[in-house]
């Protein structure tokens, strides 16, 4: 048989991306949770010296869609289906609802092979499946699978020859009493005491329990990010600049050229570089992503992370849902939510989690007025921590006032409803370190590569305009709005203009600036409002129409200019 | 005693009888093995609108109100 691709398929959480990265060894974001996976991903491997295309469908429970992460994965099977061979992922932990899937792939008569992955879990839970048996029940091989430490890989790899269309028969109205047939044949289930796990799994999403539970936890999470973030400032990066900073010094001896001087290094005062305010490339174009932002971009991945490895996202999706619920959206909205205080390119992409378009225009334009990404919250940080930690919880308040009224007005102003809750919750399960480690790595490099060009275009624009006197004029332009209405001083002007593009140049070019405390909470409050930041803007033009875009955009504008002004006013 | 998941007793299984909804939303729930005769467990209700959450094949899910409504079960 011709096999010219492979496509993994099977609900969502069962480790289909773990199965792909053990395939084809490209590195892929895993987690536990459902709907970890928005967009297919596509690697290769080789089989018998030939190049097979491997493809890694985001999970759905049918073949008929709910939601865009599930369309994704019908279209991809209609398309790519005819000449390839499909994996069916199934979580042998519940096997009974997975075969779902499996028996409607089967009616679709695609040449399948079945992996029972989580095959380790199914002892611990006492279940006993005899997989030989099933196998000749279905007719297409079936394989037992431990993805994460590779177990029956190679096994899957070689049965991949054989896949086979199955030659089960049934009528589509009896897929269940066909499936309770074969599970009650293969599967034995002992009865079990619950562990202190399965006490935990329900504790946690109780209310009375469990939102005690989520504030210790999200408490403590914040904890780690502020614990991490600055050791690693301190230990790593700070030294790291201490050490490069004799070079910079004596490259500024070397060079002559006084414009070219100006872009590397920036402002030189007296012979000595300030990494925060001198505004080169080479010295704050560096400085402020590499150690004021990364630190805690890394440290909060990495809590983020192990949140969720262990499965506790979807019990914190349960425990909010009614708050997101107030707001158009539902209790899922968690994980942009979550996510886009990292960086809010990733938090856009996931709203793919959501079923509607109504409802990803409201959680896009929530994420990207009201959530702080890293940059953002590292200028609230640096400019308003220096009037302590109360004028700091000031300017968190303001955005989660605002979060909660636009998303209230958008729910009401907006037609249509939203749809409810609907959302598997996996067991907790020990984070897979290895894994843990990767997908901090893949969320670092691509904050790296968001941040850095921009971040260095960004420079570069602003001495090319400052040396040009442009920006005198662009200041005088905005002079009005900024100084006029916000009541921030003329030298922000620039900075926050500057905030277009990334919000870490924005910060650099305030820090030098002496504000007072409301000002600096304002200048915090919009630069964290007005628009997110061009990459994030990019991914959004990429999920709306023009229409919703525009409409985004205004909205943003608007609010963030009648808060700053209105904030002017009052504080 | 016929009645929708949000009044049946918590802890305890149930049988499905129907589910009376859209063709949606009976496609998604049939997805999950909330069919007709299948056994279903409510284990966790949210007060004041929230969802609450289901055992059903071994597995758990969260369903907001209006879908749980729609499940008619025999205790």
């Known amino acids: 048989m011709k096999m010219r691709r492979i496509l993994l398929l099977g609900n969502p959480n ?83 609802r997975n075969l779902y899937l499996t028996l409607e792939l089967m009616k679709k008569k695609f040449p399948m092979v079945v992996a029972l992955n989580l095959w380790d879990e199914t002892n611990k839970k006492g279940i006993h499946i005899d997989y030989k048996k099933l196998e000749k029940i279905l007719g297409v091989p079936v394989v037992a699978t431990v993805a994460i430490t590779g177990e029956g890989i190679k096994d899957l790899v070689e049965k991949l020859k054989h896949a086979s269309r199955g030659k089960l028969r049934f009528s589509e109205d009896w897929t269940w009493e066909k499936i309770g047939e074969i599970v009650s044949e293969v599967q034995r289930i002992e009865h079990r005491h619950p562990t202190w796990k399965e006490i935990l799994e329900t504790a946690s999403v109780k209310p009375i329990t469990g939102i005690p539970i989520a504030i210790i936890v999200l408490l403590l999470s914040f904890f780690f990010v502020r614990i991490i973030g600055e050791g690693l400032i301190d230990y790593v990066f700070d030294p790291l600049f201490e050490a490069y900073k004799p070079f910079v010094i004596r490259l500024d001896g070397m060079i002559k050229n006084e414009f070219l001087k100006k872009i590397l290094m920036g402002e030189v005062f007296d012979g000595e570089i300030s990494f925060e305010e001198s505004l080169g490339l080479l010295t704050t174009g560096l400085y402020v992503p590499f150690a004021m932002v990364l630190p805690y971009v890394v440290a909060f991945y990495f809590v983020l992370g192990i949140l969720e490895d262990t499965g506790y996202l979807p019990r914190l999706a349960v425990l909010l849902d009614n708050v997101f619920h107030k707001l158009g959206l539902h209790g899922s909205a968690i994980v942009p939510t979550l996510l886009g205080f990292g960086c809010n390119v990733p ?41 302590g930690v109360w004028a700091i919880a000031k300017v968190y308040s303001i955005l989660s006032i605002v979060w909660l009224s636009v998303g209230y007005l958008l ?161 | 005693m016929k009645i929708d998941l949000l009044r049946a007793p918590l802890g305890r299984d149930v049988i499905v009888i ?30 004041m609108g929230g969802p609450i959450i289901v055992e059903i094949n071994g597995s758990r899910f969260a369903l907001g109100r209006g879908m749980a409504s729609k499940v008619i079960v025999e205790v």
């Open chain 1, 14 to 96: 069962v480790g289909k991306s773990v199965i792909f990265s053990r395939l084809t060894g490209t590195d892929v974001i895993v987690s536990n949770y459902p709907g970890t996976t928005v967009e297919y991903t596509k690697g290769s491997m080789k089989i018998n010296g030939k190049e097979v295309e491997v493809i890694d469908v985001p999970g759905t429970y049918s073949l008929k869609p709910s939601n865009k992460a599930e369309e994704v994965a019908v279209k991809m099977l209609e398309e790519l289906g005819k000449d390839a061979v499909v994996v069916n992922v199934v979580d042998s932990t519940n096997l009974e």
């Open chain 1, 347 to 387: 938090g856009a992409l996931s709203t793919r989690i959501l079923e509607t378009r109504r409802q990803r225009f409201i959680a896009l334009t929530l994420l990207s007025i009201a959530i702080p990404c890293i940059a953002q919250s590292s200028i609230i940080f640096v400019l308003v921590g220096r009037y």
């Open chain 1, 411 to 571: 729910n009401k102003l907006m037609k249509g409803s939203s749809p409810e809750l609907f959302l598997e919750i996996p067991p907790y399960r020990f984070p897979y370190i290895p894994g843990l480690l990767k997908k901090l790595w893949i969320r670092i490099r691509w904050f790296l590569e968001d941040a850095i060009p921009y971040v260095m275009l960004g420079v570069l624009l602003v001495n090319f305009l400052y040396t040009f006197n442009v920006l005198s004029t662009v200041s005088r332009f905005f002079e009005p709005l900024i100084s006029g209405w916000l009541g921030l001083p003329k030298e922000s002007v620039v900075g926050i203009v500057m905030g277009f593009l990334r919000k870490d140049i924005a910060m650099s070019m305030l820090l030098p600036i002496n504000m007072t405390e409301k000002q600096a909470i304002i200048a915090s409050v919009i630069l964290a409002m007005y628009f997110p930041c061009m990459a994030t803007f990019v991914i959004v033009f990429k999920e709306l129409c023009a229409r919703d875009l525009i409409k985004m955009v205004f909205i943003m504008l608007l609010v963030s200019f009648l808060v700053g002004g209105f904030l002017n006013k009052i504080l």
């Open chain 2, 18 to 47: 129907d589910v009376v909804g859209g063709i949606c939303l009976k496609q998604r729930l049939f997805a999950l093995g909330i069919v007709p005769g299948k056994k279903i467990k409510k284990v966790v209700q949210h007060p």
